[in-house]
Every structure is written in C-alpha cells, then in structure tokens.
C-alpha cells in the first residue's frame, strides 16, 4: 500500500501556510516534532468545547466523560503497540520522563553500586543523562554499545558487553541523527539470555516503524506523542507488568494513592500509581487521535513511504559536492538525513535554506557524544514523515547549490 | 533576511583579521554555545594605562558567531578596559548591522559574553553579561 501524500497533506493545515510571504513551507524537520493533522487538533478542541473537567474522581457527567475519553486514548496507544493490556500503558510528559521514571522508579530500587548498565553510542541525550545521574548517585557502571563508521551498532562488541553480567541495556530503535534502525528483537533477545532487562527508547521508532511490544519483548519502551503526530506534554512508558507491580511510585501526588493520611500513605494500584496530580488529559485525548490517523494509514505504509524519501534524499544529496551524509545506506535508514557540507556550518545552511522555507534541524540534535565520535561538532538534519513530499528533497538540494554559492 | 549573510559578515567569516590566540596574554577566556557547539576563545593583551592593544579570537562555529567575534576584537583594540566592560547587545548587533531572531542572538552574542567573562576575570560567562 502506498500514500497518496497529495490527498494526506491537506489533513495537515499548517502545510498550508506561507514562511515568508509568497514562500511555502517545507517542512524537513519531523524528527523534533511532527506537524498535527485536523483531526487530532478537532479532537482536542471538541474536548474542552464539550467534555471538559478533570477526570477520576468526580461523579458529574463532564468528569465522567473525561474519564472516559482519558482511558480510551490509553486503550487506542496501548493497541497501537500491541500492548498486552492497556493498564500497561503509562501516561507522561514525553520519552525523556518515560525514561526517567524507570531510571528513577525500577533502576533506584533495584540496582546497587557495581552494577553494569549497557547503553550504546548513539542515543539521545534523554537516554543518557537520566543514567549518568543514577550512576554518579549508585556508582553504576556504564558501558556503550560502539558505533560503527557506517553508523550501526557493533553487535559483536555487544555480545562482549553483555558478558559482564549487566542488569539493563537502554538502546534507540532509531538513531534520531544517523536514522539507523537497530535490529531490537535480536538485541532483546541477546540481552535477556545474558539476563539483562530492556528499555528501548522508541521516541523515533514508534512513530515511523511498526513496533509491536509483545514480538519485540522489551520490557520498557519510552515514546512521545509530538514525534507521531500528536500534541506536545504527553508521552509513554509501556512496562511488563510484573514490572511496573513491583516498581515504587514516580511523583507523588494526587491520583497516585489509594489513601493518605498525614503520616504516610498507599500506592494506587498500575497505570496510577505512576501518573501523580491531573495529567494532560486534552493531549492524552489528542494522542489517541494520533494513534488512530496512523493505524488508518498503516504502519507499514509509512514505513514504506518514508524508505522511499530517504532512498531518494540520499541519491540527491550525495550527488552534491562537498556533501557528507551521515550513517547508513538507506536500507539500514528511517527518514532522517543529517549531513555536512564543506566549508560551511549547519546553523548557516540551515538560515539561509529558511528564505526558501526550508525547515530542517542545524546542532548536535541532543547527540553530542555521537558527534564527537564522528568528530563533527554539529550537523544540518532534513527528516521525512507522511506528509513528505520527493519535490521537498528537490527545494532541498537547490537550496543547498544556493547556500554553496553564498559561502564559496 | 539577505542581509543576514551580506559580504560583511561572509568576508569576516571566511577572512578573518583577528583570528589566532596570543601567548603570553593579560585576559583569556572561552566558551560554548550549548546550542550548537560553537566555541569562542579570546585573547587580550593589555598596556599599563588599562588599554586593550592587542586581541585575537579562536573558535570554532557559524558565520554569525565567527563574523562577530572577529568584528568585535576588531573594535575594542585601542580601547580602555573599563570600557570593554560597558559594551552591550547592542554594540553587537550594530557591528553586524543586521537584525536575528532569538536563536540566532547567542551565536551572535557568544564573542561578547566570553569578551565580558574575560575582563570582568569571572569564573564563568553568564547570559547576564550580554543584556
């Protein structure tokens, strides 16, 4: 099955708008943030023009129809990624919480000075910096998963990690800078044989792949709703079961309690337990319309499409001398292209493509340690979602030729 | 939005006068945007009546952060200290002759905030500085 990207595009209003005036806007940049398609913002809209009121504990009709709505886009998210049971499905403020909470909740419980967590090269600062935290608190190992030049994980350098007995490996499903898709059911299974538990950080996978928890087997997965089509301030954590049972409570709060009195209190029981004080519930409702646009299309459709952007972006790009992409080939690749170009910094490249309306990322992209070991500082980042149209990638590569003429 | 890569700015980018480091020097000091990574350092040498005489900057960055950091080593050769330390935002942007968004201000702005670290002889740079 295909997109026809034509029809699709006119869900998403914001395309239509002009950058600069007589200029349209091309948007290059989903890996950040993806544009919101009419009916996740009518969903949101229709929420508090109608339903509005804060849900769980009130018995009048609005707080009731809250409720529903709340749970039912848990229902719709949980679905999405073949979660066992929707109660699996934790709501927070995006991957970077979702990840915190486990480092905060199951890694401080359980983990003791010593012990070995398996990260690798690539990740996002959000899968970082939560466990450098907890390792300086705990004194934790880390170790790294090395990168490849070709920008793949070095598998075989994994199998000798995971000889030392490590108790969590924390890895991307996609690379958000060199758009490696990383094969996690063999990780998965590899580090459960080592006996080692999983979260995968599915911030760009789960937007752009079919991700299904259940074939997978992680035991955590981190994602956020702005990447997918969704709002801003809401995310989520899905965990085993057994897991999030036996997991302290995140944030305390309201909500998160069965009772409190004024010298202790008792944990609600999963999701609650781990979802303190009035969530987001307009953008948990506009999240669930989110999941419900991509599994009209299909995940597979999307995937498809965006191999087809990239396999093209790459072919263009290359062509253009002093251009370098970086990471792999394009069957190895979800919709991103990150590269450099001789002579002129990312930040440059990606002001002057911004006269044209071009919108793509310029900086480190929250991949410093990545960069470095690519020995680059920063790199300019077009990326692809369902919208993304091969004409894009011509505007690109003719506003590249333009930014070469300004810096030659 | 042309005017952002006027001839001024290309040509201070991609010939630089003041770029280099001075050793033995009386101010040095460096620093990074953390947005991107862009690294300034500088480097004054001051005489007996508190004037600056002589300055160089290194670094590594974008057209606005480079172009600025080689305008502003450029302007303040021949000045007083005391002065150096009254410089603003302003300054800045009026050397460059353009106006930038808010994004693009640190770029523009992280030759100042290393210039003002160094000569105020703070331990670190602070977006104070460049208000």
């Known amino acids: 099955m295909t997109l026809n990207v034509t029809t699709l595009r006119n869900d998403f209003p914001i395309l239509n708008r002009e950058v600069h005036p007589g200029v349209p806007l091309v948007y290059l940049d989903s890996t950040a943030t993806t544009q919101k398609p009419r ?80 990260l690798t090269e690539m990740e996002h600062h959000s899968n970082l910096v939560p466990w450098h935290i907890l390792a300086a608190e705990r004194s934790l190992e880390l170790e790294f998963i090395p990168v490849t030049p070709e920008g793949l994980l070095d598998l ?142 299909g995940m597979e459709a999307v995937a498809a499409h965006e191999r087809e952007m990239v396999t093209y972006a790459l072919e263009r790009l290359e062509e253009i001398p002093g251009v370098k992409v970086l990471g792999p080939s394009a069957e190895n690749k979800g919709g991103v292209a990150a590269f450099t170009l001789e002579g002129v910094h990312p930040h440059d490249i990606a002001q002057i493509l911004d006269r044209t309306g071009i919108a793509i990322r310029a900086g480190h992209h929250c991949a410093q340690p990545l960069h470095e070991k690519f020995g680059i500082t920063a790199s300019a980042r077009a990326s692809f979602y369902v919208y993304s149209l091969k004409e894009e990638v011509d505007k690109l590569v003719a506003g590249i030729y333009d930014v070469k003429k300004i810096f030659e | 939005m042309d005017d952002l890569y006027r001839e001024l700015i290309i040509d201070h980018y991609k010939n630089p006068q003041y770029r280099g480091h001075l050793d033995p020097n009386d101010i040095h000091f460096e620093d990074d945007n953390p947005l991107c990574g862009d690294h300034i350092e500088i480097t004054l040498r001051v005489d007996g009546d508190g004037k600056v005489y002589d300055g160089r900057f290194d670094g590594k960055g974008c057209a606005i952060s480079q172009a600025s950091a080689d305008l502003l080593v450029e302007s303040i050769i021949g000045k007083p200290v005391e002065d150096v330390k009254k410089l603003s935002k302003q300054d800045v942007l009026d050397l460059l002759g353009i106006e930038l968004g808010p994004v693009r201000l640190k770029c523009a702005l992280l030759s100042l905030k290393v210039l003002k670290a160094g000569v105020y002889g703070l331990g670190e740079s602070s977006d104070d500085l460049v208000e």
């Not at chain 1, 009731?64 to 229902?75: G, H, I, V």
């Not at chain 1, 060199?178 to 044989?193: D, E, K």
């Not at chain 1, 954590?237 to 309690?257: A, T, V």
């Open chain 1, 39 to 118: 009916s996740v913002l009518e969903a949101m809209e229709a929420f508090y023009r109608t339903n509005n009121a804060n849900i769980n504990r009130g018995v009048h009709t609005l707080a009731e129809e809250s409720t529903a709505k709340y749970e039912q886009a848990r229902d719709a998210v949980a679905k999405f990624i073949n979660a066992p049971h929707p109660g699996q499905v934790i709501f927070t403020r995006n991957a970077t919480e979702s990840i915190n909470l486990v480092a905060y909740t199951w890694a401080r419980h359980n983990l003791k000075a010593g012990d070995l967590l398996i």
């Open chain 1, 156 to 297: 075989e350098a994994y199998r000798l990690l995971l000889a030392g007995d490590p108790k969590l490996v924390a890895f991307t499903g996609m690379s958000n800078v060199l758009g490696t898709i990383n094969p996690v059911a063999q990780m998965v299974s590899l580090a459960h044989a080592a006996g080692a538990l999983t979260l995968l950080d599915g911030a760009q996978s789960v937007p752009h792949l079919p991700v299904d928890v259940q074939a997978l087997d992680v035991d955590f997965l981190a994602f956020s709703a702005h990447k997918m089509l969704g709002p801003t301030g809401i995310g989520a954590l899905y965990g085993r079961i057994d897991l999030l049972e036996s997991m302290p409570p995140f944030l305390g709060g309201g909500d998160m309690i069965k009772t409190v009195h004024l010298r202790n209190f008792t944990p609600n029981s999963v999701p609650h337990k781990f979802e303190a004080g009035t969530p987001a519930i307009a953008e948990a409702v506009g999240f669930g319309a989110a999941v419900d646009y991509l599994s009209g299309i």
